[in-house]
């Protein structure tokens, strides 16, 4: 959630709009790089002839659907549906979790499982957008010295390696390193195209729908197997709705519509002008429309391009994937913010790592970019199909919008994104079956996880019990167990049941500590909680047996640190004198093990308990001291 600047504060919201230049539209502002040149390629299996006629219907239909799928679909309807200020496909599932949907739970399931197969598709796109687009940045060097061949994939793993090193420094700092690039990005490639146009102007007629329809119906064999290569111009648009929470839809909406659309725009006619010239610059049609003095200086600034579009989907990834730890689909991750400002500026350290292992494997596997140009495709498409689906479902259920609006929104946008998606299906055994196993794998993972996670939970409710009543048996009696000297601090999930090392405890051991506090921490969507109000204190109905209940909450911006927020605590509302020179601290470890019971099938079993692995050490996490410490752990079969 954005934390949005006062209607006077300008710079704030230029501030934000030069942000989301340098994270959100890297990856679709750089695709003028290859997309013509994809298109017309010679070598493809269903080659575009290239003619006038064709020529005109490419750039048309290019233009059309960057306006139907990203304008449209994405920035002026799918960014109006947001969970809190967060966007992406994981936030039209939080949206359809949270509200009774018609068809009642099998319909919710249904599009809940869609929605996570197209954020695992996503997650696919995050992994190919880096290693394709600095990729064919690079190859640009081979058009100003054919011996820069032999460099290519080592300068790629470079950059690729600096690019995920620095994501610790912050999304926001990203951003205004990047913005400025972003900027003189779109200004030189607006400009060049208008050079490209001034030669031909001609190409202007290509706005028009009627060429697009035309090329579309009138060489209907040429055009759909061209609707592959033609996605490549709407890559990146996920990214604008994903990275949503990093920088608010206004910000978005403004750089879009005022800087990157019609620098785009511009680039695809005036490579369309230089194709109808000489239709030798097929080639190249990019970077031939720099003249020859610019060439090297436009592959550098290609190059650092293509590294902010690697941004836009790392960004986009990690705030999927803390999205997806919140909803219950991967294990609890560490998510460091690194805004004060803006919730949704996040890192995520173990998909950062993941994903840079993940993208240097792929630049080494293909080495080129044309090997993972057909790859690039169906990740967008599935998204792009899945992501309007549940954005006129969201409006049917929760905005009650009329049924004859829906369907006249849904259907032609619905039959463009299926169009696409069907197009790249021809490209399955050319490489299009890459981001489908990915999305495959991770769809797996996050399904396995969250099924294994309710297993866990309902056993792990069953085994604890009430808090209440547990508290309740000791004061009915006493004498079950012996009470020592020392205080005890249980971190537990709330208050509704009982810590498992405190049971544990009391049921193996007979005894309790003579203070014992059981700790929740809660963090707030807010930066900072004043430290007067970090602590509250629930006595568990009884005010002299030494049990209480605190909650202490945190900002998303702070860490928290128990030890601190423990001396914090009015000795008059603990039931006695902590002594907090040595506590001792209890976690609750659970041990996972494969049980016979058919909960799931077993490999699925073993693939949730791998996955339980990554989940953050919480004695790190909350700043427990290592040698006060105790962990207790019990067993669950799942």
Same mark, same amino acid.
């Given at each position: 959630?954005v934390?949005?600047a006062?209607?006077g504060?300008?710079?704030s919201?230029v501030?934000?709009?030069?942000g989301?230049?340098?994270v959100?539209f890297?990856?679709?502002?750089?695709s003028?790089?290859y997309t013509?040149?994809?298109?017309?390629n010679?070598d493809?299996p269903?080659?575009?002839?290239?003619?006038r006629?064709n020529i005109?219907?490419?750039?048309s239909?290019?233009?059309?659907?960057?306006?139907?799928i990203v304008t449209?679909?994405?920035?002026?309807?799918a960014?109006?549906a947001?969970?809190e200020?967060e966007?992406?496909i994981?936030?039209?599932?939080?949206?359809?979790?949270?509200?009774?949907?018609?068809?009642?739970?099998r319909?919710?399931v249904?599009?809940a499982?869609?929605g996570i197969?197209?954020a695992?598709l996503?997650?696919?796109?995050s992994?190919?957008?880096p290693a394709?687009?600095?990729?064919?940045?690079?190859?640009?060097?081979?058009?100003?010295s054919?011996?820069?061949?032999?460099?290519v994939?080592?300068?790629?793993?470079?950059?690729?390696?600096?690019?995920?090193?620095?994501q610790?420094?912050g999304?926001?700092?990203v951003?205004?390193v990047f913005?400025?690039?972003?900027?003189?990005?779109?200004?030189?490639?607006g400009?060049?195209?208008?050079?490209?146009?001034?030669?031909?102007?001609d190409?202007?007629?290509a706005?028009s729908p009627?060429?697009a329809?035309?090329?579309?119906f009138?060489h209907?064999g040429?055009?759909?197997?061209?609707l592959?290569a033609?996605?490549?111009?709407v890559?990146?648009?996920e990214?604008?709705?994903?990275?949503m929470?990093?920088?608010?839809r206004?910000?978005i909406?403004r750089?879009?519509?005022l800087?990157v659309?019609?620098?785009?725009v511009?680039?695809y006619?005036g490579q369309?002008?230089?194709?109808?010239d000489?239709?030798?610059n097929i080639?190249?049609p990019?970077?031939l429309?720099?003249?020859?003095?610019g060439r090297?200086?436009?592959?550098?600034?290609?190059?650092?391009?293509?590294?902010i579009?690697s941004?836009a989907v790392?960004?986009?990834?990690?705030?999927v994937?803390a999205?997806?730890a919140?909803l219950?689909?991967?294990?609890r991750?560490?998510?460091?913010?690194? %805004?004060? &400002? =803006?919730?949704?500026?996040? !890192? /995520?350290?173990?998909?950062? #790592?993941?994903?840079?292992v993940?993208v240097?494997? $792929?630049?080494?596997a293909?080495?080129s970019?044309e090997?993972l140009?057909?790859?690039?495709?169906m990740?967008?498409?599935?998204?792009i %199909?899945? &992501? =309007?689906?549940l954005?006129f !479902? /969201?409006?049917?259920?929760? #905005?009650?919008?009329?049924?004859?609006?829906?369907? $006249?929104g849904?259907?032609?946008l619905l039959t463009v994104?299926?169009l696409?998606?069907a197009?790249?299906?021809?490209?399955?055994?050319?490489?299009?079956?890459?981001?489908?196993l990915?999305a /495959?794998?991770?769809?797996t993972?996050?399904t396995t996880?969250?099924?294994g996670?309710?297993i866990?939970?309902?056993?792990?409710?069953?085994?604890?019990?009430s808090l209440?009543?547990?508290?309740?048996?000791?004061?009915?009696?006493?004498?079950q167990v012996?009470?020592?000297p020392?205080?005890?601090?249980f971190?537990n999930?709330g208050?509704?049941?009982?810590?498992l090392?405190?049971?544990a405890?009391?049921e193996?051991n007979?005894v309790?500590?003579?203070?014992v506090v059981?700790?929740?921490i809660?963090t707030e969507?807010?930066?900072r909680?004043?430290?007067a109000?970090?602590?509250?204190?629930?006595?568990?109905?009884y005010?002299?047996?030494?049990?209480?209940?605190v909650t202490?909450?945190?900002?998303?911006m702070e860490?928290p640190n128990?030890p601190?927020?423990?001396?914090?605590?009015?000795?008059?509302?603990?039931e006695g004198v902590l002594?907090?020179?040595?506590?001792?601290?209890?976690?609750?470890?659970?041990e996972?093990l494969?049980g016979d019971?058919?909960?799931?099938a077993?490999w699925?079993k073993?693939l949730?308990?791998?996955?339980?692995?990554?989940?953050a050490?919480?004695?790190?996490?909350f700043?427990?001291?290592?040698?006060?410490?105790?962990?207790?752990?019990s067993q669950?079969?799942?």
């Amino acid at each position: 959630m954005v934390a949005q600047a006062p209607s006077g504060h300008t710079g704030s919201r230029v501030a934000l709009t030069v942000g989301a230049l340098g994270v959100v539209f890297g990856d679709i502002g750089t695709s003028p790089i290859y997309t013509l040149q994809t298109v017309f390629n010679p070598d493809d299996p269903h080659p575009v002839p290239v003619s006038r006629d064709n020529i005109f219907g490419v750039v048309s239909l290019v233009f059309w659907s960057v306006m139907i799928i990203v304008t449209v679909t994405y920035v002026l309807l799918a960014m109006r549906a947001d969970n809190e200020g967060e966007g992406g496909i994981m936030a039209l599932i939080t949206l359809l979790r949270r509200w009774t949907l018609p068809g009642g739970r099998r319909t919710a399931v249904m599009l809940a499982a869609l929605g996570i197969f197209g954020a695992s598709l996503f997650l696919g796109d995050s992994m190919i957008t880096p290693a394709i687009s600095v990729l064919s940045a690079v190859e640009g060097a081979k058009t100003v010295s054919s011996s820069m061949g032999d460099f290519v994939v080592p300068i790629t793993a470079v950059i690729i390696l600096v690019l995920f090193l620095v994501q610790r420094r912050g999304t926001a700092a990203v951003g205004r390193v990047f913005g400025p690039i972003m900027i003189a990005w779109f200004l030189v490639i607006g400009a060049c195209g208008i050079g490209g146009i001034t030669k031909n102007p001609d190409i202007l007629q290509a706005l028009s729908p009627t060429y697009a329809l035309g090329f579309l119906f009138g060489h209907f064999g040429i055009a759909f197997f061209a609707l592959a290569a033609i996605v490549l111009a709407v890559t990146g648009a996920e990214a604008l709705y994903a990275d949503m929470g990093h920088f608010g839809r206004s910000a978005i909406t403004r750089a879009w519509l005022l800087l990157v659309f019609p620098a785009c725009v511009l680039s695809y006619l005036g490579q369309g002008a230089l194709i109808l010239d000489n239709p030798a610059n097929i080639s190249a049609p990019f970077f031939l429309l720099t003249p020859g003095w610019g060439r090297l200086a436009i592959v550098l600034l290609a190059t650092a391009a293509t590294v902010i579009a690697s941004q836009a989907v790392i960004t986009g990834a990690f705030s999927v994937a803390a999205q997806a730890a919140q909803l219950g689909y991967l294990p609890r991750l560490r998510v460091a913010h690194t %805004s004060e &400002t =803006t919730v949704g500026q996040i !890192y /995520v350290p173990w998909i950062n #790592w993941l994903l840079m292992v993940s993208v240097l494997t $792929l630049v080494f596997a293909f080495r080129s970019s044309e090997a993972l140009a057909y790859a690039f495709g169906m990740a967008v498409t599935g998204t792009i %199909s899945i &992501t =309007t689906l549940l954005f006129f !479902y /969201v409006a049917r259920a929760r #905005w009650q919008t009329p049924m004859w609006l829906v369907l $006249l929104g849904a259907i032609p946008l619905l039959t463009v994104d299926l169009l696409f998606f069907a197009a790249n299906l021809t490209k399955l055994v050319h490489g299009a079956w890459l981001p489908l196993l990915i999305a /495959v794998l991770a769809f797996t993972i996050m399904t396995t996880w969250q099924r294994g996670r309710e297993i866990v939970t309902a056993e792990r409710e069953h085994t604890e019990g009430s808090l209440r009543e547990f508290v309740d048996g000791l004061r009915a009696d006493p004498s079950q167990v012996v009470t020592v000297p020392g205080t005890a601090i249980f971190l537990n999930r709330g208050k509704e049941t009982a810590p498992l090392a405190m049971r544990a405890n009391v049921e193996h051991n007979h005894v309790r500590h003579r203070q014992v506090v059981i700790l929740t921490i809660h963090t707030e969507m807010v930066p900072r909680i004043p430290v007067a109000e970090r602590i509250s204190v629930d006595h568990l109905g009884y005010a002299d047996d030494g049990i209480i209940h605190v909650t202490s909450r945190y900002g998303y911006m702070e860490t928290p640190n128990v030890p601190a927020a423990l001396r914090l605590l009015d000795p008059a509302d603990t039931e006695g004198v902590l002594d907090l020179d040595r506590p001792s601290y209890f976690l609750s470890k659970i041990e996972l093990l494969r049980g016979d019971a058919p909960t799931m099938a077993m490999w699925r079993k073993r693939l949730f308990i791998a996955t339980s692995h990554i989940t953050a050490d919480a004695a790190e996490y909350f700043a427990l001291p290592r040698e006060h410490t105790v962990i207790m752990g019990s067993q669950i079969e799942v």
